[in-house]
């Protein structure tokens, strides 16, 4: 998750250096374009798959959620802050237990009610409407952490049904087939320099996404969760340093309040279902 962080900030640094002359529906097709030889190495581990009808129904609803996140965040890179960027993207863990409560059911207890109300109050302090403009970015990032945030639930579930190699592989192809149609509709011929950015973007990406995935196969979200909060100091100083952005006290603030809120709701999970494996003190032991 560490390096995870740091490739992922750098997807972000070059997005804000290649600026807004392509539209992003056709930087973010590129960026997953481009991506694509990165399949090459995967051609073994994805013909050694038992394909099922579930298992693909699962790739593509992960690829279509993707793609709207994608398209959202290369919009939001465009016109707001890098530290907003990553503060926003901490809200994923917060729409997925909404959602569950909202659709599946799922009982809240009045802790994790109370680390919803914490992480929205940090939205609210980076977004401070009515002290500043609420941008059509910052609303394109709330977009971008729902799905994200479905995203990366539906990643966890196929982490334990197929190799991750299979799920980084079959994530890059569908995002790719998905953002096409958008691409082409306002196509810009990109520059050299423009496809060499792109190629880094997924190179990083692509990488970064591994790494995630690795990190899920082998720890706990309680393990993970925390170690993103790097990214937000990371995309901070980068944006002062390379940028010229000025540092947002706000913005770190509300960043902290949503990343504290989600590594708190991840161990309270992570404790109830300790709960309900382990046998009473009374009970035989095998």
């Not at 962080?5 to 002359?21: E, Q």
């Not at 997925?96 to 909202?102: D, I, K, N």
């Not at 190629?199 to 995630?212: E, N, R």
């Not at 109830?272 to 494996?277: D, G, Q």
Request: charged fraction near 10%.
């Amino acid at each position: 998750m560490l390096v995870t962080g740091v490739n992922f900030v750098a997807v972000t640094a070059l997005v804000k250096y290649m600026g807004p002359r392509i539209p992003p529906a056709e930087s973010a097709f590129l960026r997953y374009l481009l991506g694509l030889v990165f399949l090459i190495p995967m051609i073994g581990a994805l013909r050694s798959v038992r394909w099922s009808r579930d298992l693909q129904g699962l790739f593509i609803l992960r690829g279509g959620l993707h793609s709207i996140g994608v398209l959202m965040w290369f919009f939001a890179m465009t016109r707001i802050p890098l530290a907003e960027v990553t503060a926003m993207n901490y809200l994923s863990p917060v729409y997925v237990t909404l959602g569950a409560a909202l659709f599946l059911g799922e009982k809240l207890a009045f802790r994790r009610i109370a680390a919803i109300v914490v992480a929205l109050l940090g939205v609210a302090v980076i977004l401070r409407p009515g002290f500043r403009e609420v941008s059509s970015g910052h609303l394109a990032m709330l977009v971008t952490g729902f799905t994200f945030g479905i995203s990366y639930l539906l990643t966890k579930t196929l982490v334990g049904r197929t190799n991750p190699t299979v799920v980084v592989a079959m994530l890059s192809i569908w995002v790719t087939l998905a953002l096409a149609p958008f691409a082409l509709a306002n196509w810009i011929t990109p520059t050299w320099n423009e496809l060499v950015i792109l190629f880094g973007v997924a190179c990083f990406a692509t990488a970064g996404h591994y790494t995630m995935t690795l990190a899920f196969a082998a720890a706990p979200l309680t393990v993970t969760q925390p170690v993103t909060f790097l990214q937000l100091l990371w995309a901070t100083l980068l944006g002062a340093l390379a940028f010229g952005e000025s540092v947002d006290i706000w913005v770190v603030l509300g960043g902290c309040m949503i990343l504290g809120a989600v590594t708190f709701m991840t161990w309270r999970e992570a404790v109830l279902k300790r709960r309900a494996i382990t046998p009473p003190s009374y009970a035989t032991k095998f």
